[in-house]
């Protein structure tokens, strides 16, 4: 099983990004995908889940309202829209698979992404 994450740069604070991650190797649309981050100095935190479409979504209270989850089974993708950035959203984002639906925690997450950096500056 192999998650690819891409999308990550850059960008101003109130700027847009959207990150992808690729799945292959399972069953996609079988799985419960979550993107979670981790900024420097600190530990791993979620940011977003979802089941099986935006309506079973999930989020952090931090990014709620600003970022979107979704994803595209016929292409095995999971999708984060995050729009008016702030410098607190810096850090690297990790996509996972959950066999589970204990989307918010870390530890039921059994593959991960290598991970995308993203940088908010003001």
């Known amino acids: 099983v192999q998650l690819q994450a891409s999308g990550g740069g850059l960008v101003q604070v109130g700027e847009s990004l959207r990150l992808s991650c690729v799945v292959s190797?399972?069953?996609?649309?079988?799985?419960?995908m979550g993107w979670f981050r981790q900024a420097p100095g600190k530990e791993r935190e979620f940011v977003a889940a979802?089941?099986?479409?935006?309506?079973?979504?999930y989020y952090a209270d931090s990014v709620k309202g600003r970022f979107t989850i979704s994803r595209d089974n016929a292409k095995n993708t999971v999708y984060l829209q995050m729009n008016s950035l702030k410098p607190e959203d810096t850090a690297v984002y990790y996509c996972?698979?959950?066999?589970?639906?204990?989307?918010?925690?870390?530890?039921?997450?059994?593959?991960w992404g290598q991970g995308t950096q993203v940088t908010v500056s003001s």
């Open positions: 996972g698979s959950n066999p589970s639906r204990w989307l918010l925690q870390e530890g039921r997450y059994d593959y």
């Open positions: 190797g399972r069953a996609f649309s079988r799985y419960g």
């Open positions: 979802i089941i099986w479409s935006i309506e079973s979504a």
